[in-house]
């Protein structure tokens, strides 16, 4: 089951899975773009059963309702990869609580509800797997991403412990850390009437098809997390192992809007 498949990095993953899974869900609000990607899956990978499910994930009963068709379809995945997310790009100060709230909802409750529903189906079978995707921005308190980074700081807190308590189950969690990647998130996670991106280096620009490669690659060796590309792992490495009050100086001198 993934989330967000409509486009980015949940659409690679739909693509690179497509062939070694038997049967396959996609999940994203936009039906069009859902069985647009599905069918091109079909067409190139006829052994693999796609199912196109339109939800919205920040309604609580859309997941319930989620999981429960896909079961009753027999679709109960062994394997969760929680890619859908939202970002917003701007001082805290100024945004509009909605789309704050609808972040949330999403980045943090959505990805913490729909891992409880599918994980006690993977615990009778004693196998499976969740791949959360975080990010970079997770190891950071980012100024004008300060709610999105935070969210993906609870990604990769949860999917640690998570992956602890579920070992002796057999289910394995990876949380995947890239930095930024050519999607549309950067166009969404844009305010309305805002003409700025959000500032990246071309440099640390990995492709998307990199960064699912190397996902699914670590979370088949069971790796906790996964940052892709040399440059980003670096990156990763590196912020550990500053103390927070020189973040606090590095994070207080960046590029900002």
């Excluded at 891992?115 to 995707?133: C, D, E, F, T, Y």
Aim: glycine residues 8%.
């Amino acid at each position: 089951m993934i989330t967000g498949a409509s486009s980015g990095l949940g659409e690679e993953f739909a693509r690179q899975l497509a062939g070694r899974v038997q049967r396959m869900v996609l999940v994203a609000r936009r039906v069009e773009r859902l069985e647009a990607v599905a069918a091109e899956l079909r067409e190139q990978f006829p052994a693999t059963a796609v199912m196109v499910i339109a939800a919205d994930l920040a309604v609580p009963d859309a997941r319930l309702a989620l999981v429960e068709m896909a079961e009753a379809a027999g679709f109960a995945p062994d394997l969760l990869v929680n890619n859908a997310g939202l970002g917003d790009y701007g001082e805290f100060i100024t945004a509009e609580w909605g789309a704050l709230e609808a972040m949330l909802d999403l980045n943090v409750t959505a990805l913490s509800h729909l891992s409880h529903l599918v994980l006690p189906q993977m615990k009778r079978r004693g196998a499976g797997g969740i791949l959360n995707i975080s990010s970079l921005a997770s190891t950071l308190p980012i100024p004008d991403f300060a709610v999105y980074a935070a969210t993906k700081a609870y990604v990769s807190s949860f999917s640690e412990a998570l992956r602890i308590e579920l070992r002796e189950h057999g289910i394995r969690v990876t949380s995947l850390c890239p930095g930024p990647v050519k999607t549309e998130f950067g166009e969404v996670a844009r305010r309305e009437g805002s003409s700025e991106g959000m500032p990246a280096h071309a440099l640390f620009y990995v492709p998307k098809e990199q960064v699912v490669a190397e996902a699914l690659r670590g979370l088949e060796r069971g790796r906790a997390r996964v940052f892709p590309g040399l440059k980003i792992a670096a990156a990763g490495l590196a912020i550990g192992a500053l103390p927070l009050v020189l973040l606090r100086i590095v994070m207080g001198r960046r590029p900002r809007r």
